[in-house]
Structures are given as C-alpha cells and as structure tokens.
T-cell receptor, first 116, second 112 residues
C-alpha cells in the first residue's frame, strides 16, 4: 500500500486564485513526481525532484506553477493564478533513487482541483 | 511521434482472461510499468518489465517486445473486482533522472 500522503483531497478555487496542494512522499524516497490527470485520463508530467533539486519540468510548470520539496517539510505544488483548464486530479508520486533496476513508483490518492 | 497508446475499453467474462495491449514509441526506454487505477483512487503498481519476454506473476502476467514497442498485461481467472482502469507507463531515462509517460488507460469491465 502506498504511503504517499496528499492534502487536501479536494480543492475548489475561483479563476485567478492561487491553488496549493501538498505531498508527503514515502519515507526514504528522495525522488518525487507531480502529474496532472485530466477528465480524459490523460497524464501530464509536470515536474520531478530529487531531494530538494528540480530534475525536470515542463514549460507550463515553469511559468504558472511553483513547486518545491524543502527538507523536513511537505513537497508542494502551487498554481499562481488558476484557470478553468487546470481542473484535474493532481497526483504526487515518490520512489527510491533510480539505479536502473525495478524502482517502483508509489502514487498518492491525489488532490482533485476544481476551478469554477 | 512519441507516445503510449492503449485501447480505451475492454470487456471480458468472469473466470476467463483479458489481455490489455500497449504500444509505445519513445527514446531512452528504461522499462515499462503497469498500474491499476480505480475511480477516484491512486494508481496502484502491478508490474515492471525491462527485458523481452513474458513475466508470470500469477494473476497478472506481463509481456514485452522492445523491438516492436509492444507490451501486454494478461489477467487470468478474472473476477468482477478486476474491473478497473489499467495504465501502461513507459519509463524514459535522461540525463536528469527519469520520468513515466502514461497511456490513457484501458477500462476493463468484467461481466458475470
């Protein structure tokens, strides 16, 4: 069973408002991913971290989103100014550092964001 | 182009089997994972394959052909509770770690 904890489970924001969600990765997992799953079940990779360092992020994340994984605090993903198209399930996942083997990626239950 | 493709829906009958197909095109291939996702819940890891051939894990088995960019998840002795969405995810390795590229999932419905 996954031990990745995401809060809140549900988030409702108006257009233009900030939306912030948090993730506690599984203990001992230095790699953290954020994905956006839309109503068509399409997964969009947003950003990943190793410890506190950003490894990769897409252009959208760089411009409208901010994310961090500080030491000794939950990781967070924040949308600076929410848009209707941001309504989706935001999934956080964590894993051990990849050493080329069977590195299982564990997902949290997600934060469902609705922008009205 | 690069991507992961799966059929949207699949139906089968309790007690029989179901094969969920996945085709992919990607660079930096570093393995393929299968996840099960129920409505409103997190994807749950089922299997990871990186070598060609069939990997038998009991109720779930997975096959991979890297030269054809093809994998399938085989569920045997189906139960009603196997009805769920099954996601294929290709792991792409790069200079800065790796990421998973998902298909949109196959919704499996198991009829009595």
């Amino acid at each position: 069973n996954s031990k990745v904890i995401q809060t809140p489970r549900y988030l409702v924001k108006g257009q233009g408002q900030k939306a912030k969600m948090r993730c506690i990765p599984e203990k001992g997992h230095p790699v953290v991913f954020w994905y956006q799953q839309n109503k068509n079940n399409e997964f969009k990779f947003l950003i990943n971290f190793q410890n506190q360092e950003v490894l990769q992020q897409i252009d959208m994340t760089e411009k409208r989103f901010s994310a961090e994984c500080p030491s000794n605090s939950p990781c967070s993903l924040e949308i600076q100014s929410s848009e209707a198209g941001d309504s989706a399930l935001y999934l956080c996942a964590s894993s051990l550092r990849d050493r080329g083997g069977n590195t299982e990626v564990f997902f949290g239950k997600g934060t469902r964001l609705t922008v009205v | 182009g690069q991507g992961v493709e799966q059929p949207a829906k699949l139906m089968s009958v309790e007690g029989t089997f179901a094969r969920v197909n996945c085709t992919y095109s990607t660079s930096g291939f570093n393995g393929l994972s299968w996840y099960q996702q129920r409505e409103g819940q997190a994807p749950v890891f089922l299997s990871y394959v990186v070598l060609d051939g069939l990997k038998d894990s009991g109720h779930f088995s997975t096959f991979l052909s890297r030269s054809n960019g093809y994998s399938y998840l085989l569920l045997t002795e189906l139960q009603i509770k196997d009805s769920a969405s099954y996601l294929c995810a290709v792991r792409e390795a790069g200079n800065m770690g790796y990421k998973l590229t998902f298909g949109t999932g196959t919704s499996l419905l198991v009829d009595p």
